[in-house]
Each structure stands twice: as structure tokens, then as C-alpha cells.
């Protein structure tokens, strides 16, 4: 048995503490990713996933060390390291004369490897070339795909779905203007992926809606897809089932159009309006003529007392 799996039993309060964390929650925490350099990693290789650690952070894991594995034959490595840094994705920079400055994006579901996919770097800009003010670490970027591969090509589906799950950061209950300021841009068109990031500039516009202007910040990224490996339909669709604790009850007789109204069907017994009592008007107050007109005859007139 490996010794990641077997049944480990806490001795101190910060073990508890630290297999509580790794239990299974209905509110997942912030994914993390592991960049691993491979065996035979160029310069330009260990740029790439310095910079994309620098924009990662902190919810990534860099190794620096070289590691030989090679993902698409054996995958043992991955799924050990996964377990060890408790990471669910991950980036793989490898280099070699039959596919040059390669890199692999992936996931994993239940720490076996879910999709991955190789991406080949033609060309790259470094944080450090482009002298601009760069973001703060930790800054939730705003994610834009650009082309109609990305809703038309399976591959390049998944892809745009493994890009979201890796640069997303985590999940805010709000958001405030200032701190919407870091875009990363991806544009699909011949057969290539550009990866562009940017700082948003709020500049004064003389009005309440301030002007925005985008300075490239780096890293920039000109990527070619080359191997894929991606799940099944059915193991794909396990891995985006909720929990029943998520789903939201389903209540009676509420019913919402496609504009978000909420509609509510109320049951009631059947009103009596003859009895219905109305405000108190002296123009809605009968005369004595409608009175007697309604008991069905005249009321003799009383004489007066000499």
C-alpha cells in the first residue's frame, strides 16, 4: 500500500487540524496548482512558469527542482505530487528537439489526472521585458476568450474550461471597481492561442463612469496545441456533480420568467364581496327611500305628537 493511502490516524491537535482541511466539503476551498519543470527544461521553459506562478499566487506550488516524467506515458508522478501539495491542477514545462518549448496544462479529479493538454510556445514576453506598474499578488483577474473555436471545437472547449478552473482565484461574495484591474486575454484564430495580459487604468473622463485604458503588463504567450488528453463524457460529468447539500430546494407554487421575475400562487377560499366591509362614506350611505325600497314596501310616515 502507498503511504499517501493508507488510513493515517492524527497524534496532535495540528495533525486534526491539517487532515480536517483535506476532508471533502460541500464549499470546495480555492484550487491550487503545482508547476513542475521537467527533466530537460530550457531557459525560456523555466521563465514561462516562474512568470505564471507570479501571476498564480499564492494559490500555486512551484518545484524547482527537475523532475523526469513524462505525463502522457506516465502519469504516477503527477497524481503522487497532487496528493503530496494537495493541488487539483497542475503545469508541466518540458523541453526537448521533437516538440520545443512545451508545456502541459492539466486537472484532476479525486487525484487521478481528468483532461490535459500539450501547448507548444513559439513565443514569449517576459514579465521582466515590459517595463510597466504590475498588479499586486493575489489579484483576481477578468478572464476574455476571443474567437468562435472556443464554442465550436471540442479540444479547444475544454481548453477554455481547463484556462477558467486554472486563473479564475477564488470566489467573492462582492466586487469593487478598484479592484477590478488585471484582464488576461486569449484569442483563438489559425490554429493559434494568444495569451495576453493587461492592467486596467481608470483614468478621469469628466463624468461619474471613469475612462478605461488596458497597458500591457506580461506575460505574453503565443501557443500552438499539439497533444491531448481529455475524459470521457461520463467520467467528465461525474467530476461536475454537485452535492444535494448545493442544490437549492425547490419550492411550491414560486414559479421565475426569463427576466428573473419571481411569481408566487397563493390558494384561497372563495370571498363573499356582499359582506366585504368598505370605508365608512357619507356618500355611500342609503336614504330611507332605498331602505324601504329594499324590504319590499313603504313605511307609513309617524305623526306628530300634539
Not at 486534526?16 to 531557459?43: D, Q, S, V, Y
Not at 490535459?116 to 478572464?143: A, R
Amino acid at each position: 500500500m502507498d503511504a499517501l493511502d493508507r488510513v493515517v490516524k492524527p497524534k496532535t491537535k495540528r495533525a486534526k487540524r491539517f487532515l480536517e482541511k483535506r476532508e471533502p466539503k460541500l464549499n470546495e476551498n480555492t484550487k491550487n496548482a503545482m508547476l513542475i519543470k521537467g527533466g530537460n527544461a530550457n531557459l525560456t521553459v523555466t521563465e514561462v512558469l516562474k512568470d505564471i506562478y507570479a501571476v498564480k499566487k499564492p494559490f500555486a506550488v512551484l518545484y524547482k527542482r527537475k523532475n523526469i516524467t513524462r505525463p502522457f506515458e506516465d502519469q504516477t508522478s503527477l497524481e503522487f505530487f497532487s496528493k503530496k501539495s494537495d493541488c487539483s491542477l497542475f503545469l508541466f514545462g518540458s523541453h526537448n528537439k521533437k516538440r520545443p518549448n512545451n508545456l502541459i496544462i492539466g486537472r484532476m479529479f479525486d487525484y487521478h489526472v481528468l483532461d490535459m493538454i500539450e501547448l507548444g510556445v513559439e513565443k514569449f514576453v517576459s514579465l521582466k521585458d515590459i517595463k510597466n506598474s504590475k498588479c499586486p499578488e493575489g489579484t483576481k483577474p477578468m478572464l476574455i476568450f476571443a474567437g468562435d473555436v472556443f464554442d465550436v471545437n471540442e479540444e479547444y472547449r475544454r481548453l477554455k474550461s481547463l484556462l477558467i478552473d486554472f486563473f479564475r482565484g477564488p470566489t467573492v461574495p462582492n466586487i469593487r471597481l478598484a479592484g477590478l484591474e488585471y484582464v488576461l486575454h486569449f484569442t483563438a484564430v489559425d490554429g493559434k492561442i494568444y495569451m495576453r495580459s493587461y492592467k486596467v487604468l481608470l483614468k478621469k473622463s469628466g463624468c461619474k463612469i471613469p475612462r478605461i485604458e488596458l497597458e500591457e503588463m506580461g506575460p505574453s504567450l503565443d501557443l500552438v496545441m499539439r497533444r491531448t488528453h481529455l475524459a470521457s463524457d461520463d467520467l467528465y460529468k461525474l467530476s461536475l456533480k454537485q452535492p444535494k447539500g448545493l442544490k437549492p430546494k425547490k419550492k411550491k407554487n414560486i414559479s421565475h420568467d426569463v427576466f428573473g421575475t419571481t411569481y408566487g400562487r397563493i390558494h384561497m377560499q372563495k370571498q363573499d364581496l356582499s359582506k366585504l366591509q368598505t370605508r365608512k362614506m357619507k356618500g355611500l350611505k342609503k336614504r330611507p327611500a332605498e331602505k324601504s325600497a329594499e324590504d319590499g314596501g313603504t313605511t307609513p310616515k309617524k305623526s306628530k305628537s300634539a
